[in-house]
């Protein structure tokens, strides 16, 4: 069975900086990708970052320069750093695992609000 459990979210003013944390346990299979998305009030989720197995990234337009994303295959846990939050930035954050073996799953986390208020 596999978990993702998302911590290091809150409120931050504008400018400021967050690192959110997802934990994944359960077995990961070699074929993967491991990120992060958000959702705004009224709006759909969207992708934000995601690392690929093999090492690659993908950023979302608003967020390059801003955010970093990284991942530790030891520990199975993936980072986001945001820097430079603007209130645009607020939604709640999930972490995602997708991964695949003959089929894909998608796993996700229970979610993180990020709030950026003055």
């Known amino acids: 069975q596999v978990q993702l459990v998302e911590s290091g979210g809150g409120l931050v003013q504008p400018g400021g900086s967050l690192r959110l944390s997802c934990a994944v346990s359960?077995?990961?299979?070699?074929?993967?990708?491991m990120g992060w998305y958000r959702q705004a009030p009224g709006k759909q989720r969207e992708l934000v970052a995601e690392c690929i197995s093999g090492g690659s990234t993908n950023y979302a337009d608003s967020v390059k320069g801003r955010f970093t994303i990284s991942r530790d295959n030891v520990n199975d846990t993936v980072n986001l750093q945001m820097n430079s939050l603007k209130p645009e930035d607020t939604a709640v954050y999930y972490c995602?695992?997708?991964?695949?073996?003959?089929?894909?799953?998608?796993?996700w986390g229970q979610g993180t609000q990020v709030t950026v208020s003055s």
């Open positions: 995602q695992l997708r991964q695949f073996r003959y089929n894909w799953y998608h796993y």
């Open positions: 359960g077995s990961i299979f070699s074929i993967n990708a």
